[in-house]
């Protein structure tokens, strides 16, 4: 950590501070009110002092009027092609009803302000970057909520429900809308949830907890098939999430697939923290919750190579032990894989909106109520990056619909939200986020130094096209951080879609590709577009890939381990364990 670094607080503002800062984050969702008046009067007071800017967007809004105007025109005689395309991910307009008049023209001219609102939040000289990006999102949330799709009186589809059900649609719509305000009102489940509980619905791949201390349960899947490859999986998801998104039902599960093809797979599975945890940090979440299930995996498989792989941010924490066992010269890793993982912060894609010194301190302040940040705050923050479909879909579709969004898995694995101790949390977006110490060199962990460039395992690393919360972009650098062999696999989907991506079954999606390139030891081009430009697309999933490349990094297959779990007052503990679901679960043993 820089040395002209306050150290991180877990005691927050001074008592006279807390109830106002409080008060500001229930109105703010968790976002700092003057980080974000910072980023508008950068905004504000630069355009103020451009006159040229100022004429170049006042005849940008001139010509935008003149081309609704003239469609206008040509709309009310027929159909007619659009002045202005939505862009793909767009979907709010791509029903036939919005095709006729006046719904077309309502529509082109709402894609016309948001285009001129693009303009008008970028290029402004002077405006810091980091302001540039936060006034362009602001902007763009205003604009999502004000969109014709979102009314009654707007959005044809919804009209001609109404007109169809006399009104039904909107009674209906109203009594979803109760339903939901008395569930956060009084902290209560959404509906449908209950009918997926970890160990009934999901998470169902056979196991045992093997180890556990203050932080993990490491959970050992029993083997499926007569022999197994020597070498056992790791697997080191994000605390914040729980651990069953690779487990969720038998067609979608991960863990499932790599057991069946003959892989000996440990879990981790994160506790969720509560105030008397304020005080974990980074350091200790890289103990207790990698190297100490390292060690665990390499008695139960001694001698044999560990292949370790991380999702998320479980994987950040991966290549930092990684890095610090290859300075080490110890030889328990394999091959390291990480999913969707960054360790270069400069570029973190929207999540970097959230992020400057007002916000975290605006964090750290929260934090200091309970020693936590809540996982609904958390969120919030996943909900506004995406918020045409997380919030404004959902309210088209239950609330003037009146219909009924089904509970899937996935949606249920969303909502089981995690907590994350006040230490870690302000040192992770201090360190990694705001100043980039780990792909800078600077990164310590109780004093030692974490090198990438000791990183000498074979790496596997895979991102996906369109995720919000680790841009591929961003993920790609590390390969020009280490000095490994490497495999970069872009995978189709988003950040989870993308990850959970069966091979075969029910679930399997059609439209699933990936691409993959190969390097040797930062020969990979400098410009991941580069190698995009030319990269071919296979069809199907990538696991069939992942999979091919642990056995062709795997030494033999030996005869499959017998699952000999942890025992508490005398019974096993079954997977998917007790972390996953009590907080306060028991940590003797």
Known sequence: MRTDDPPPTTTGPPPMDLPLKLWLARLSNGLSPVALAQAQADWWLHLLVSPTRQAQLSASALHKAQAWAHYLWRAAQGPCENCVTPAPQDKRFSRPEWRHFPFNALAQGFLLQERWWDEATHGVRGVSRHHEEVTAFVARQWLDMLSPSNSPLTNPQVLQETLRTGGANLASGAANWARDAMAVASGGEARGLQAFEPGRALALTPGQVVMRNHLIELIQYTPATPTVWREPVLVVPSWIMKFYILDLTPDDSLVRYLVSQGHTVFMVSWRNPGSADAGLGMDDYLDLGVLQALAAVQERCPGAGVH??????????????????????????????????????????????????????????????????????????????????????????????????????????????????????????????????????????????????RIRVPLYLLATERDHVSPWTSVYKLMRLTHSNAHFVLSSGGHNVG???????????????????????????????????????????????????????????????????????????????????DPAAEVSE
């Open 499 to 581: 990850i959970v991506s069966p091979p075969e079954g029910p679930l399997a999606s059609p439209e699933a590709s990936y691409r993959v390139g190969e390097w040797a030891p930062r020969a990979a081009p400098a410009d991941p577009q580069d190698w995009l430009a030319q990269a071919k697309a296979s069809p199907g999933s990538w696991w069939p890939h992942w999979q091919r490349w642990l056995a062709a990094h795997s030494s033999r297959r030996v005869k499959a381990r017998t699952v000999s779990g942890l025992r508490v007052r005398g019974h096993a503990v079954p997977a998917p364990g007790t972390y996953v679901f």
């Open 308 to 453: 370790a792989m991380g999702y998320c941010l479980g994987g950040t924490l991966l290549s930092m032990a990684a890095a610090l066992l290859g300075a080490r010269g110890d030889p328990g890793l394999r091959s390291l894989t990480l999913l969707a993982a960054q360790v270069d912060f400069q570029e973190p894609g929207e999540l970097g909106l959230f992020i400057d010194e007002s916000q975290i301190a605006f964090l750290e302040d929260i934090m200091a109520e309970r020693g936590y940040l809540d996982g609904q705050r958390m969120a919030g923050a996943f909900q506004l990056i995406n918020s045409k479909d997380l919030v404004w879909s959902k309210l088209v579709h239950e609330y003037l619909m009146g219909a009924h969004t089904p509970v899937t898995p996935l949606r249920a694995w969303n909502a089981d939200a995690t907590r994350l101790p006040a230490r870690m949390h302000s040192e992770y977006l201090r360190r990694l986020y705001l100043h980039n110490d780990l792909a800078e060199g600077r990164y310590r962990v109780r004093g030692e130094p974490v090198d990438l460039d």
